[in-house]
């Protein structure tokens, strides 16, 4: 079945500098690749999405790539700040037949930014 | 605020004991699924509910067992736990049953801890 793998397992970073988060899949059937910040308390909340026809998208500070080749897609944070500390999965899921959404998350990346 | 709600927000049971987690939506959505978060692993997708009909079991024990009445309500009834089963267990519904890879939208969790 599917497999998907992330690294950093943690990440610090000084405010204002960028952060990046790598994850690797094992299906190349998959052609949905979420990524879900959660924050202490509160469960995951999607930030950006990416489908497999599309190599990158980006929303004001963060942006995704995807490389359908290699397997494997990353989350970009630019200009980090303390609101950005949380705990971020990728995630990615393929069509079903019973037309749900199976995904399949990493580990998670718990990223802290310092002032 | 995401429009999912899980009670309670903690729960402690002891391994003979009988409880149930409740899960609703205010979205409209029609599909509806529970997962397990454990510590520094990946969520596991444990049961999946779409348009009030089991649509997925992922190998999850007996002990473990979903109820659906509606497309709003989620439960999640527990019995016999062993100490392992302690974890966040997350409630998530995604808008249309049919169309997949649609968006997942979690609440908060219910952290459990079984003695």
């Known amino acids: 079945g599917e497999n998907v793998e992330q690294h950093p397992s943690t990440l610090s970073v000084q405010e204002g500098d960028s952060a990046v988060i790598k994850c690797t899949y094992s299906?190349?059937?998959?052609?949905?690749f979420p990524w879900y910040k959660q924050e202490l308390g509160k469960g995951p909340q999607l930030i950006i999405d990416?489908?497999?026809?599309?190599g990158e998208k980006k929303d004001q500070r963060i942006a995704v790539t995807l490389n359908k080749t290699a397997k494997h897609f990353s989350l970009h944070i630019t200009e980090t700040q303390p609101e950005d500390s949380a705990v971020y999965f990728c995630?990615?899921?393929?069509?079903?037949?019973?037309?749900?959404?199976?995904?399949?998350f990493g580990a998670g990346t718990r990223l802290a930014v310092h002032p | 605020e995401t429009g999912v709600t899980q009670t309670p927000r903690h729960l402690v049971m002891g391994m003979t004991n009988k409880k149930s987690l409740k899960c609703e939506q205010h979205?409209?959505?029609?599909?509806m699924y529970w997962y397990k978060q454990s510590a520094k692993k990946p969520l596991e997708l444990m049961f999946v509910?779409?348009?009030?009909?089991?649509?997925e079991n992922n190998s999850v024990p007996s002990r473990f067992s979903p109820e659906c009445p509606n497309s709003s309500h989620l439960f999640l009834h527990l019995h016999t736990l062993q100490p392992e089963d302690s974890a966040l267990y997350l409630c998530?519904?995604?808008?249309?049953?049919?169309?997949?890879?649609?968006?997942?939208?979690f609440g908060s969790g219910t952290q459990l801890s079984v003695l």
């Open positions: 509910y779409n348009f009030k009909e089991q649509t």
């Open positions: 995630a990615a899921s393929k069509s079903q037949s019973g037309g749900y959404n199976k995904l399949i």
């Open positions: 990416i489908r497999s026809n599309v």
């Open positions: 998530a519904s995604s808008q249309d049953g049919v169309a997949t890879n649609e968006k997942l939208f």
């Open positions: 979205l409209g959505h029609n599909a």
């Open positions: 299906d190349s059937a998959s052609n949905y």
